[in-house]
């Protein structure tokens, strides 16, 4: 069972660091001859549509889903699909029915922001201490800006505790989560970008500061107001009126629906929506800020938004003041994603063509099927209406192979936890590069595809147009995706390598079980056959304690394992302050692999000091290097510490 854990955590991992947002569009270059496209019509629309997302809902057993298109102004499409509830057969209405959207409610935030930056209130580039009643302490001399916020660059650290909550009593309110909250630095503020949900609940916290008014209120008057999104909310339980209308949300099509979630980092996405209001907020955003005759943002503004907020190398992604900017089938994309644990939207802006598409699915799907299902969807949208083809990769560089055996390695996403608990799923979870025989590169992160080096240091996909480029971040090489604007793969030190990390702790474990079972073996077999002691005193002594101490080690894990079991279910809200006193007593407890240590290495000495036979020797020896083993996996995994900030 033991020797089954370190698979079993492996698995779960990717459950705690899932990215929020959808990755960004791409760049495209587009060959002469394009394939056929369809006009994008109602009529091919609803065809298509029908169609694509009656197999998806059914072979992913997804329950629910709407989507909605706009063009040149308009109201083009919106339809629901499946059920909103499945044991009352209540079917799925754009019109009727929220969804949580996850992170796309961060275009909020940043639509407010851009409101009080044009208002004069909020400076782009200056200290976000300037706006707050609490400081935020940046390694270095440069502060957090806005900007950095926006692009996330605030060189946060990740954390999970008070992320999302069930019971409302549990769901503190923003103010008092960023400042219980804080989460530690990893990296200089506007060096590496890192996603973080802290960098967006700060912003709103801000929002609210400089305008006077809670968060949830000046959303409502200054955004969903102006653009007539009546059945969309930011407060967080419900508001009575929405309790009956709003969309259950379900692990898959045939579980039970989910408790409503509740998200801790308010301002990063707390917002319920109609598909039919997000109609409206895309109108408002592909006209520059007006929606009918109101207006959300002055066309200057609006059009400042949309713009890159980082230079990007040709072909790669980056951020316009909090929209994920990029190109796709050879368009401008401006988009947001947005995950809770079983809502997932994508919300895509095809701003030169006047076009654009929200979609929203109430179901996380059989094998988190729903990733690839919304993933295929936009594709297939542009496939469909904005076809270009396949673009030709150019031939590989001459130093392809040995550049590619250069940078083969671990790496870890720069959207990681370091402190606490939490960080033994980044190193359970870190990406591989390996080089391929002929000269390419896979990435284990991007499913059955290769990597050809074109130009030093940039791998494209072969076939397609996605880039990998070798850089380097927090003073480590690193690789970039052209897809992925907020995160960078760092390469994994020794100390930090998730392959040697499960080796270690493989090892150790398997050690200490073996142990465990064949002392009272070999001690039965000893007493039955009258056996003499093999040591006596001081060393007899040392000897029994470090059986204890293996016995110990191992109880220790599984204590340790009853806090880390809820993320195999993806049960996020389990982690709360009401964890505290059990985490704070594993923390008292890692008494028990330091002793254990010590004892193994006394155990040792006394062994050889006694010349003992060389097989007891040996099993000391080995023990010993288990216990030392597993004191320092416990040490990665982040068990040993004080912090209850996680």
């Given at each position: 069972m033991l020797l089954a854990l370190l698979g079993i955590l492996s698995l779960a991992a990717a459950a705690v660091a899932q990215q929020d947002p959808d990755p960004a569009p791409m760049a495209v270059t587009a060959p002469p001859h394009a394939p056929a496209q369809h006009a994008l019509t109602a009529t091919d629309l609803g065809a298509w549509l029908d169609g694509f997302m009656a197999t998806t809902l059914e072979q992913g057993k997804i329950a629910g889903a709407q989507v909605v298109v706009v063009d040149d102004g308009e109201v083009l499409f919106k339809r629901g699909y499946g059920y909103a509830d499945v044991a009352a057969k209540i079917p799925m209405d754009p019109d009727r029915h929220q969804m949580r959207i996850g992170s796309t409610s961060k275009l909020f935030a940043w639509t407010a922001v851009m409101q009080l930056v044009e208002a004069g209130k909020i400076d782009l580039d200056a200290d976000v201490n300037r706006y707050l009643d609490f400081r935020i302490s940046a390694p270095g001399d440069r502060p957090v800006t806005m900007t950095d916020l926006m692009t996330h660059r605030g060189g946060f650290e990740e954390g999970l505790k008070d992320v999302m909550a069930t019971d409302p009593k549990l769901l503190k309110t923003n103010e008092r989560y960023l400042k219980e909250n804080m989460r530690p630095f990893m990296f200089a503020p506007g060096e590496v970008p890192a996603y973080s949900n802290y960098g967006t609940a700060l912003a709103g916290y801000i929002v609210q500061r400089v305008s006077g008014e809670p968060y949830e209120a000046y959303v409502e008057r200054h955004i969903l107001a102006p653009l007539a999104m009546?059945?969309?909310?930011?407060?967080?339980?419900?508001?009575?009126?929405?309790?009956?209308?709003?969309?259950?949300?379900?692990?898959?099509?045939?579980?039970?629906?989910?408790?409503?979630?509740?998200?801790?980092?308010?301002?990063?996405?707390?917002?319920?929506?109609?598909?039919?209001?997000?109609?409206?907020?895309?109108?408002?955003?592909?006209?520059?800020?007006?929606?009918?005759?109101?207006?959300?943002?002055?066309?200057?503004?609006?059009?400042?938004?949309?713009?890159?907020?980082?230079?990007?190398?040709?072909?790669?992604?980056?951020?316009a003041h909090g929209f994920f900017r990029g190109e796709r089938n050879g368009r401008i994309v401006l988009g947001h994603g947005g995950d809770t644990v079983v809502f997932h939207s994508d919300l895509n802006l095809l701003p030169e063509e006047g076009v654009g598409i929200f979609v929203s699915f109430n179901s996380r799907g059989e094998n988190d099927s729903v990733y690839g299902a919304r993933e295929r969807l936009f594709q297939h949208f542009l496939d469909r209406y904005f076809a270009v083809s396949v673009p030709v990769t150019p031939p590989a560089i001459a130093t392809a192979a040995e550049d590619a055996r250069a940078i083969a390695g671990s790496y870890e996403s720069s959207r990681r936890v370091e402190t606490g608990f939490i960080s033994l799923f980044y190193l359970l979870q870190q990406d591989q590069i390996v080089a391929n025989e002929d000269g390419t590169i896979t990435a284990s992160w991007v499913s059955n595809e290769r990597f050809r080096e074109t130009a030093p240091g940039l791998w494209r996909e072969v076939g397609g147009a996605r880039q990998l480029r070798a850089t380097r971040a927090g003073g480590r090489p690193a690789i970039g995706d052209s897809r992925n604007p907020v995160a960078i793969l760092q390469m994994a030190p020794t100390g930090r390598s998730g392959a040697v990390f499960q080796l270690v702790a493989g090892l150790s474990l398997l050690v200490l079980l073996c142990a465990a079972i064949t002392w009272p073996i070999a001690a039965w077999v000893g007493y039955s056959r009258r056996l003499g002691p093999l040591a006596t005193g001081r060393a007899a002594l040392v000897r029994r304690l470090t059986r204890i101490a293996v016995v110990a080690n191992l109880v220790y894990l599984l204590a340790w394992y009853s806090v880390l079991a809820p993320i195999l279910r993806t049960d996020v809200g389990y982690y709360n302050g009401g964890l505290d006193s059990l985490i704070r007593f594993l923390q008292v407890a890692a008494i028990v692999p330091l002793l254990g240590a010590i004892l193994g290495l006394l155990n040792t000495w006394l062994a050889f000091r006694a010349k003992l036979n060389w097989a007891a020797r040996a099993r000391s020896f080995i023990v010993a290097l288990a216990l030392i083993g597993f004191l320092w996996v416990a040490w990665m995994a982040g068990f040993i510490g004080w912090s209850l900030n996680y």
């Open positions: 009546r059945s969309t909310t930011a407060r967080q339980p419900l508001p009575p009126a929405f309790a009956t209308t709003a969309a259950k949300g379900y692990r898959t099509s045939e579980t039970p629906p989910s408790p409503f979630e509740l998200v801790g980092t308010a301002p990063a996405g707390q917002i319920s929506a109609t598909g039919a209001d997000m109609a409206n907020f895309m109108l408002a955003h592909l006209q520059d800020g007006r929606f009918g005759d109101a207006r959300i943002l002055r066309p200057e503004t609006a059009r400042l938004m949309h713009r890159p907020s980082l230079k990007a190398p040709t072909g790669f992604d980056t951020l």
